[in-house]
């Protein structure tokens, strides 16, 4: 939202001084409309497409909700054990933000964009999917151990 936000404070500055510079009215006119589309161009349209766009990070998955008009959900189990890759740009570094990179086995790749304290997030995604591989198998243990202890016991009376 840095480069909207530039273009947004350019384009009031250039209208504020252009702007009631011409004495013809279809010449200020002109001038506003140019404005008005230029700011919808670069600041409302990236706002909307900055806003219709949701990554949710759980214990179990990451989820990734995005689109304006058609919804699409993407999801991503941690157990199941993906790679994930830290890329940042010079700006992106200043700031401590990143674009993460996870890709399973030969799928695409699911790309999360400008996330703020990348370097954490990455951390907590590798503990995410260490802690559901551990629980994996756990779980297998205990379908592989005897019948005997997988009984319960239930118990009716008041």
């Known amino acids: ?11 009031c500055g250039a209208y504020g001084y ?6 013809q009215m279809w010449a200020r006119l002109s001038i506003l409309a140019a ?15 900055w806003l219709s766009r949701r990554i949710i990070i759980t214990t179990r998955r990451i989820v990734v909700r995005s689109g304006f008009l058609v919804r699409v959900r993407q999801e991503l189990l941690h157990s199941r054990g993906y790679e ?23 799928e695409t790749a699911l790309v999360l ?4 304290q990348a370097r954490t997030v990455q951390g907590a995604l590798h503990d ?7 629980l ?15 009984q319960t016991t239930v118990w009716t009376g008041r």
Do not use: H, K
Not at 18 to 23: I, K, M, N
């Open 113 to 116: 964009r400008d996330i703020p």
């Open 18 to 23: 252009y702007g009631q510079q011409f004495e």
């Open 35 to 49: 404005a008005t589309l230029l700011t919808i161009l670069l600041c409302v349209l990236p706002l909307a497409a």
């Open 1 to 11: 939202m840095f480069w909207p936000s530039v273009a947004f404070i350019a384009i």
């Open 84 to 106: 994930v890759e830290l890329r940042r740009g010079p700006l992106q570094s200043m700031f401590g933000s990143g674009n993460l990179r996870i890709t399973v086995g030969g």
């Open 128 to 134: 995410l999917m260490e802690n559901a591989a551990s």
């Open 136 to 150: 994996q198998t756990a779980q297998r243990q205990v379908m592989q151990s005897p019948a005997i202890t997988r």
